[in-house]
Each structure stands twice: as C-alpha cells, then as structure tokens.
C-alpha cells in the first residue's frame, strides 16, 4: 500500500475568497432552520422513524410526494423493467439532509480534467455532480456543467456491475435500469428534500496535484438535481461506504483522512487529507464506532463534558451512553436533555455571574448575551471540553470562537443546542462549529478518530 497521502484545500462556502459564495447572503436564521431539518433527518436515520421524502409541487409551496414529481421522465425509461410495472413509482428513501453545505473542495473529473467545486459532506456515501444534457433540471452552479462526451474515458456502468448492486447500501435506494441500455440508474435523496438522479458512472478522478489520478473513478452523473446544494457542482461523499470517494481511493493510498474546517472569518488555511497512514503525535485518538444500522457514519462516544473545568453532573443520563456522531454537515452541537441543560445552566451560570447581560433567544439557540459585553479573550470565556472514549486524552477543548457564535444585533449565543425530542433514542452530534480550526482524523484501517488542536495553517 501505497503510505503517500495528498492534500486540497478546504474552503468555507461563505467565506471570504469563496468561489461559490452564495449571490445572496442567507441569514443566520435560515442557516439554523437547515441545520434543524438535517439533524432531525439525522435522528431519524439512526432511530429508523424517518418521514417519506417530499418536494415543493411545481407552482407553489405545496409538498407532494417526491415519487409524484419524479415519476413522468424516469418512468418512461425504466417502465418496461422486470422488477417494476407501470403501475410503480419510484420509492426514495430519505438520508441525510445535506445541511449547511459548509465546506467545498476542488476536484477534477474526466479526460481531459474539468475541476468542480464540491460540497464535502461525511454523511453521504455516493460522489455526484451536475451533468449535461440536464434532461430534467441542474441547479445554478458557478462552473460550467460536466459533460460526459467531452471525456475520453467516461463510460456508464451498467445494472449487472457490482457498483450498482451496492448502491442501496450508499444511498439507501434501489438501483433503476434502463430499458434500452441497461445503464445503472441512482437517486440519491436527502433529509430536506434535495435529490440528484442520473447514471452511475466511471471516468478519471483528478485531485491535487494533478498527478494524483484514480482511473475509473465511480460516482453519480446527475441529470435532475434539485434542492439545497448552493452553488456547487455536486456532493464528495466522505463516508465509510464502498462507492465514498475516500474508500475508492483506499486502493491507491491508506484508508484513512484528515481535516481542518476553517472559520467563517478566517476563510482560509483548511485542507483535506486523503490517505495519511501515519499522523503525528499532536493527535489524540479515541475508538471509531460502528452502527450496524448505519455503517456508513462515523460514530464515537462522548464520556464526559467539562465547563469551566467542572465536569457536568448529567444526573439521571449516562453521556457515554448516547450515540454520538461526528459529522461535517451539521453546524451546531447538538446534545439530548438533560445533558443540553446542564450545560446551558452551567455556562451561563459562568458569564452572568461575570456581569455579562443575558439576550433573547435566537431560532434554535436559547442561551445568549449582549454581545457588546462578552470579551472578545478567550481567556474570558468559560471553556467547554468534550471529552471522549480512551485514555489517551482525546479531547475538543473549546476556545471562544468554537463556543460562541454572533447572531446580530450585538447579540452572541451559545453555539449548541438541544437536539430533536426522540425520548430514549436521542442522539448527539458534533458539529462543524465546533470542530472548526482542529485537524480531526479518521483513520478508518484502525476504526480510530483523532483531534489535533491548531490544525489549519
């Protein structure tokens, strides 16, 4: 096995530089309202009490069935197919909702390469982008579409493949054939909606640098994509599934990445790893967990939360015995009750009793402050320590920009929340807020995820 790793750069979709900074700036408020649809998607998902997927009926706010809106194009090319009649309509399974959408990377695909801007996402298994002729519909995106024909090594792959018999495993719905050609057809659905639908693909991956090549590269060339992907080509599926690209590229490099989410404010100086078998020792790693409802996320347990240095109580609720997830396209902590509100009361304990002015709630966020009166030192704000599994001191000890975010107004807020109500299968999930500025690993040959402080350059 090839131990050599390769590096990109990771950009925040609204920050400064940003190539597909949205043409409208969406407020914080709308960001908060994805952000709940995903991890109650997310909750659903793990406890298995997901909703059917819906779309806005053309021509108004109305939802329908997402089966309803689809059926007319697809139907007609997969009608006459052994395993459905003409009758059917095509049953889409609801993932994970994309999110924020916070982060991208660049990577390029075809021969000769086009470079696309692609939203990461550690949810989702299955890589697609935008392709021509978008027989349906394609989002606005900022490059120019991926057109298969202009690629001398793009093929599709056929229903008989094995890429396409796994495909209900990374995208949690059957694969469609074609009539006439037999071609694989996939429908990636998502929690809030979104959905990409087109033919499972091979063409040649190109990462940097560009002599970083994986020939027959299998991913989703999407002709109807519609929902919240901003103005990106598509989705880097980072999952431990084996359609994600970080499994493909397993064959090539050690089956293990790394990441530094940048702030908003900083902008820059993230990275994404790929294929580092050996990291230094700044890394502190706790076990990777699996579930064997949900294989294809990244699971481990959360022991014990310090405030200030004093750890929470969380009387009557085991911490380590929640599910805990780590995922890039959730923005805010989430954490189950009562363990939310003991560490609400505790912090907010802290600040007032520093003679820091308490602020109304915003959306989602219920503890906050006059911002003009909370110190911009972090030193001044209590750190908050999430402590995980293992002795070996894996940690994310929070400074003031991972624990605070400014929501206007001079209003700042405490950047968790409490999670979906789901009575004894809640579940925790650690956000991007919060891992911002740390290089976190996952090294999935080992089932190990480690957490290095000041990891962006």
Same mark, same amino acid.
């Given at each position: 096995? =090839? $131990?050599?790793?390769?590096?990109?750069?990771?950009?925040?979709?609204?920050?400064?530089?940003?190539?597909?900074?949205?043409?409208?700036?969406? %407020?914080?408020?709308?960001?908060?309202?994805?952000?709940?649809?995903?991890?109650?998607?997310?909750?659903?998902?793990?406890?298995?009490?997901?909703?059917?997927?819906?779309?806005?009926?053309?021509?108004?706010?109305?939802? +329908?069935?997402?089966?309803?809106?689809?059926?007319?194009?697809?139907?007609?090319?997969?009608?006459?197919?052994?395993?459905?009649?003409?009758?059917?309509?095509?049953?889409?399974?609801?993932?994970?909702?994309?999110?924020?959408?916070?982060?991208? +990377?660049?990577?390029?695909?075809?021969?000769?390469?086009?470079?696309?801007?692609?939203?990461?996402?550690?949810?989702?298994?299955?890589?697609?982008?935008?392709?021509?002729?978008?027989?349906?519909?394609?989002?606005?995106?900022?490059?120019?579409?991926?057109?298969?024909?202009?690629?001398?090594?793009?093929?599709?792959? $056929?229903?008989?493949?094995?890429?396409?018999?796994?495909?209900?495993?990374?995208?949690?719905?059957?694969?469609?054939?074609?009539?006439?050609?037999?071609?694989?057809?996939?429908?990636?659905?998502?929690?809030?909606?979104?959905?990409?639908?087109?033919?499972?693909?091979?063409?040649?991956?190109?990462?940097?640098?560009?002599? $970083?090549?994986?020939?027959?590269?299998?991913?989703?060339?999407?002709?109807? =994509?519609?929902?919240?992907?901003?103005?990106?080509?598509?989705?880097?599926?980072?999952?431990?599934?084996?359609?994600?690209?970080?499994?493909?590229?397993?064959?090539?490099?050690?089956?293990?990445?790394?990441?530094?989410?940048?702030?908003?404010?900083?902008?820059?100086?993230?990275?994404?790893?790929?294929?580092?078998?050996?990291?230094?020792?700044?890394?502190?790693?706790?076990?990777?967990?699996?579930?064997?409802?949900?294989?294809?996320?990244?699971?481990?347990?959360?022991?014990?939360?310090?405030?200030?240095?004093?750890?929470?109580?969380?009387?009557?609720?085991?911490?380590?015995?929640?599910?805990?997830?780590?995922?890039?396209?959730?923005?805010?902590?989430?954490?189950?009750?009562?363990? !939310?509100?003991?560490?609400?009361?505790?912090?907010?304990?802290?600040?007032?009793?520093?003679? !820091?002015?308490?602020?109304?709630?915003?959306?989602?966020?219920?503890?906050?402050?006059?911002?003009?009166?909370?110190?911009?030192?972090?030193?001044? +704000?209590?750190?908050?320590?999430?402590?995980? $599994?293992?002795?070996?001191?894996?940690?994310?000890?929070?400074?003031?920009? =991972?624990?605070?975010?400014?929501?206007?107004?001079?209003?700042?807020?405490?950047?968790?929340? %409490?999670?979906?109500?789901?009575?004894?299968?809640?579940?925790?999930?650690?956000?991007?807020?919060?891992?911002?500025?740390?290089?976190?690993?996952?090294?999935?040959?080992?089932?190990?995820?480690?957490?290095?402080?000041?990891?962006?350059?």
């Amino acid at each position: 096995m =090839n $131990q050599s790793g390769i590096s990109m750069k990771i950009y925040h979709v609204r920050g400064g530089g940003s190539a597909i900074a949205p043409k409208s700036v969406a %407020s914080l408020s709308d960001v908060l309202s994805q952000d709940e649809d995903h991890v109650k998607a997310l909750t659903s998902r793990v406890v298995r009490k997901g909703p059917a997927a819906t779309v806005a009926a053309a021509g108004g706010n109305k939802s +329908v069935p997402l089966t309803q809106k689809l059926k007319p194009k697809w139907m007609a090319r997969i009608s006459n197919n052994s395993n459905i009649n003409s009758d059917s309509i095509i049953p889409l399974n609801p993932g994970l909702s994309i999110g924020s959408g916070n982060y991208y +990377v660049k990577i390029g695909i075809g021969s000769p390469p086009k470079y696309y801007a692609m939203i990461l996402d550690t949810g989702s298994s299955l890589t697609w982008l935008q392709c021509r002729p978008c027989s349906l519909y394609c989002h606005s995106q900022v490059d120019p579409l991926f057109d298969p024909s202009a690629s001398k090594t793009y093929r599709k792959l $056929q229903c008989s493949s094995s890429q396409c018999s796994s495909l209900k495993a990374a995208t949690l719905n059957p694969p469609f054939c074609e009539v006439d050609t037999r071609a694989c057809i996939y429908t990636a659905s998502y929690g809030d909606s979104s959905y990409s639908i087109g033919y499972l693909s091979q063409d040649l991956l190109t990462l940097t640098p560009s002599t $970083q090549t994986l020939p027959g590269f299998t991913y989703g060339c999407g002709e109807d =994509n519609e929902g919240l992907f901003g103005r990106a080509a598509g989705i880097v599926g980072l999952a431990r599934d084996k359609l994600s690209m970080i499994s493909q590229l397993s064959t090539k490099y050690a089956h293990a990445f790394s990441y530094c989410l940048p702030t908003l404010a900083g902008g820059s100086g993230g990275y994404l790893s790929i294929g580092e078998a050996k990291f230094s020792s700044s890394y502190k790693f706790t076990p990777m967990l699996t579930d064997p409802k949900n294989p294809s996320l990244y699971f481990l347990r959360l022991v014990a939360i310090k405030v200030g240095g004093r750890p929470l109580p969380a009387k009557g609720y085991a911490i380590a015995k929640v599910p805990t997830i780590i995922d890039s396209g959730t923005v805010i902590t989430r954490l189950p009750e009562p363990i !939310y509100g003991e560490l609400r009361d505790a912090f907010a304990k802290i600040m007032t009793s520093k003679g !820091y002015a308490k602020a109304p709630a915003f959306s989602i966020l219920d503890t906050c402050f006059n911002g003009s009166t909370v110190p911009r030192k972090s030193a001044a +704000v209590p750190e908050i320590e999430m402590i995980f $599994q293992g002795g070996g001191g894996a940690a994310l000890a929070l400074q003031d920009s =991972n624990i605070l975010v400014p929501v206007g107004k001079g209003v700042t807020c405490l950047a968790f929340a %409490s999670g979906p109500s789901a009575g004894t299968n809640a579940i925790a999930v650690i956000g991007n807020h919060q891992q911002q500025t740390y290089s976190i690993a996952y090294d999935i040959s080992n089932s190990r995820i480690g957490f290095a402080p000041r990891g962006c350059h």
